[in-house]
């Protein structure tokens, strides 16, 4: 059963929030679902475009009022 973790990295600037969610989906099993949770608006669409060339990632991005939420849920490769 694929598991769900979360990750936050508000307030951790880039390019470190890139390679801590970059280690995580090189961890995650095929099926689970990460949590990242970031402040920094202006580094979201990079991030999303880079953290799918990691693994192969199904991605939703969450804007709430105080933070962002990008779902990333590890596809199996083929």
């Known amino acids: ?44 669409d990079d991030m999303v475009r880079l953290v799918t060339r990691t693994g192969p990632c199904d991605v939703e991005v969450v804007r709430h009022s105080n933070h962002i939420s990008l779902y990333l849920t590890k596809l199996e490769r083929v």
Do not use: R, Y
Not at 2 to 9: F, T
Not at 12 to 38: F, H, R, Y
């Open 1 to 44: 059963m694929a598991g769900k973790a979360i990750l936050n990295l508000a307030g951790v600037s880039w390019p470190l929030c890139l390679m801590k969610c970059n280690q995580a989906v090189q961890q995650m099993q095929a099926g689970a679902t990460l949590e990242v949770i970031m402040k920094d608006a202006d580094v979201v």
